[in-house]
């Protein structure tokens, strides 16, 4: 079992969104903000369906470190909870309609399904959100222009999600070990095929309903350019394909060694960047 990285560092953070909103934080460009906007929109409920997913199983894992390691997942994620739905509330705050934009997301994630389906749902989410974690660290020149609370936000998110990307598809191959390998390997990437129809669905609707409070009209020339931010310029989703990709291999693992130097450039510009967490933004030696 190979570990993305031992050490998991819960960071308690409050970046303080809500209380300083900003319209159109990244340089101004409406479009980009409003697809990472949206992005923040998935991840509460998300994040809350990942911590359930898991602890599910948390009963039936034998190995001590694999344990350990869910528990301080979790807690990442409770903070990533809270700071996303302070993120969202000042969004709400601006005018934005949140609760429909978020309505779509809990009918999805709140569906009564097996436990094994949502754990491989949860491998998916982890997955697309580990690749675009790896995107924002190696670009982060695209956060230059953006207010300082979101821009922090966003690197504390990606180099938390690297350090815990592959807790659970560990807790995936533990628990469906006695499995044939090819029923392991269809669950899993369809997860993937139904996890990106659907938040591709969830993130055009909740685009156009965000681009509607800033008056823009959302026919089929903003259809075209959702497309071009995801793939064009900035790309924000075209640079992270590399990685997404990746898990169709048959025995795909995450390897801490694909992503080692992102992680430690992450860890650096906390640092840097976010004084109160310097202690805290790189593994203590033992």
């Given at each position: ?32 903000t ?12 998300g ?13 039936l894992?034998?190995d ?82 953006a ?40 669950l ?19 685009m ?24 064009g ?8 394909l ?23 450039k992450?860890?650096e ?18």
């Amino acid at each position: 079992m190979e570990m993305a990285d031992k050490h998991i560092i819960p960071r308690n953070i409050t970046f303080g969104i809500s209380k300083n909103p900003t319209r159109h934080w990244l340089g101004g460009d409406m479009m980009a903000t409003a697809l990472i906007d949206c992005m923040s929109i998935l991840l509460p409920e998300g994040e809350r369906f990942f911590i359930r997913s898991l602890k599910h199983y948390l009963p039936l894992i034998k190995d001590e470190e694999l344990r350990q390691e869910i528990k301080g997942y979790s807690v990442q994620e409770a903070f990533h909870t809270r700071e996303h739905l302070d993120y969202n509330k000042a969004m709400a705050d601006m005018g934005y309609d949140v609760d429909e934009m978020e309505a779509p997301v809990k009918r999805f994630l709140n569906k009564d399904q097996p436990a094994a389906i949502n754990l491989a749902a949860t491998c998916a989410i982890e997955h697309l959100t580990m690749s675009y974690s790896i995107a924002v660290l190696r670009n982060m020149d695209m956060f230059e222009n953006a207010a300082a609370p979101y821009r922090r936000l966003w690197v504390w998110h990606s180099v938390e999600e690297l350090e815990h990307s592959a807790v659970s598809l560990n807790v995936y191959h533990e628990v469906t070990s006695k499995w044939p390998a090819w029923k392991r390997y269809f669950l899993r990437v369809g997860a993937l095929n139904v996890i990106i129809y659907h938040i591709t669905q969830i993130i055009f609707k909740n685009m156009a309903i965000y681009a509607k409070h800033d008056g823009q009209k959302t026919g089929f020339f903003f259809k075209f350019k959702i497309l071009w931010t995801m793939y064009g310029k900035p790309g924000f989703i075209r640079k992270a394909l590399h990685t997404i990709a990746r898990y169709y291999l048959p025995f795909y693992r995450p390897n801490p060694n694909h992503y080692k130097k992102e992680l430690q450039k992450g860890r650096e510009w906390i640092g840097r960047e976010i004084p109160e967490l310097a202690h805290d933004s790189v593994p203590h030696s033992t």
